[in-house]
């Protein structure tokens, strides 16, 4: 596994790809909120049911899973289970306390997977200004997806910052 550290910071590349956040409780509305905020497109949807993300699932190229510890493994499940053969998003979670072996499903369907946690608390929802110079701890399955998460938390802050 590769990893690193960065802050979320200047903008452009996450809006070339399809981001599907799924989890609406505090990290996910907030990380919403930001991409909003920059202008970045993606849907935010709930876990559960399945068929609350389906669609937009086979359109991803990138999926957060924002959803609480104890949910990561069966929602990596039932998005494995949901691909489509040729389909391989990257599926990247976002707790700070575990690693990547709870994505194992969408992995072994071929996806890169990885974890990116800010390092701050969300106690309640957090508007975008939140996340400007907040840091964020990045582990990946490959150097390709490090770099993206590493380019686009850094793209994204300049953004962030000319908008307050």
Do not use: K
Not at 38 to 51: N, Q
């Amino acid at each position: 596994m590769v990893g690193g550290v960065r802050c979320f910071g200047r903008a452009h590349e996450m809006s070339d790809a399809a981001i599907l956040i799924l989890g609406r409780g505090r990290v996910g509305t907030s990380l919403s909120l930001a991409f909003e905020e920059a202008r970045i497109s993606h849907s935010l949807r709930p876990a559960r049911p399945v068929a609350a993300f389906a669609a937009d699932l086979q359109r991803s190229d990138l999926v957060f899973l924002a959803v609480p510890d104890s949910a990561i493994v069966s929602v990596s499940e039932a998005i494995a289970d949901l691909l489509a053969p040729e389909r391989a998003p990257a599926v990247v979670h976002l707790s700070g306390a575990f690693g990547l072996d709870l994505l194992t499903a969408p992995a072994a369907h071929g996806c890169s997977i990885g974890s990116l946690h800010p390092l701050q608390p969300f106690a309640a929802v957090r508007g975008p200004a939140s996340f400007v110079g907040t840091t964020f701890g990045i582990d990946a399955s490959d150097r390709a997806l490090v770099t993206r998460l590493n380019s686009r938390s850094e793209e994204h802050t300049s953004e962030l910052q000319s908008h307050h």
